[in-house]
């Protein structure tokens, strides 16, 4: 793998403009407190980033030879300093805009983990419950994919009779 190869800004149709030539990926974290309530693990972007100081996941451009869960993986490492160990892997809700594609890959963790800025990228991380998630200033296709996002959150957790913002009881 060329380090960086995707790199580069794609152009979509309706003239916005997307980060990473070969698609982008990001990884959102679920856990729970101790008390049940679901959060997410949230990223507020640094202002010299593309849609600055706004809230999002960590991710980035996929580069060519990796997979989109590897390059989820990767950015997060780049822009989170803190213990990955012991996810999950809850699902995958995937954007396609023909020309370009995120994918974000949603994962548990058995608990809230302590999370910090891993680069210049990243201004805070921090674990956000689920249902204020949309009260944040979010980047606008995280805010657009939220609603599926959190939809798919509250299957992936209905089978065990808990779920996002709600206690567990399964």
Do not use: C
């Not at 990001?26 to 959060?39: K, M, V």
């Not at 892997?89 to 974000?104: Q, S």
């Not at 606008?140 to 299957?155: E, T, Y």
């Amino acid at each position: 793998m060329l380090e960086g190869d995707g790199n580069g800004w794609v152009s979509l149709p309706d003239g916005t403009r997307r980060w990473g030539i070969y698609g982008a990926a990001g990884l959102l974290l679920y856990a729970t407190d101790a008390a049940g309530a679901g959060h997410v693990l949230l990223q507020h972007r640094a202002g010299w980033t593309h849609m600055g100081g706004t809230w999002g996941i960590p991710g980035g451009a996929r580069n060519r030879d990796e997979t989109p869960l590897e390059a989820a993986v990767r950015e997060f490492e780049e822009e989170v300093e803190g213990d990955l160990d012991g996810y999950s892997l809850l699902g995958v809700h995937e954007e396609d805009l023909t020309v370009w594609r995120y994918d974000t890959f949603m994962a548990s963790l058995p608990g809230l983990t302590p999370f910090r800025p891993g680069n210049s990228e990243s201004k805070e991380v921090r674990w956000v419950p689920v249902d204020s998630a949309d009260s944040l200033p979010l980047l606008p296709p995280f805010r657009a994919a939220w609603p599926h996002l959190h939809a798919n959150l509250v299957s992936a957790f209905s089978e065990n009779g808990g779920g996002p913002g709600t206690s567990a009881t399964g």
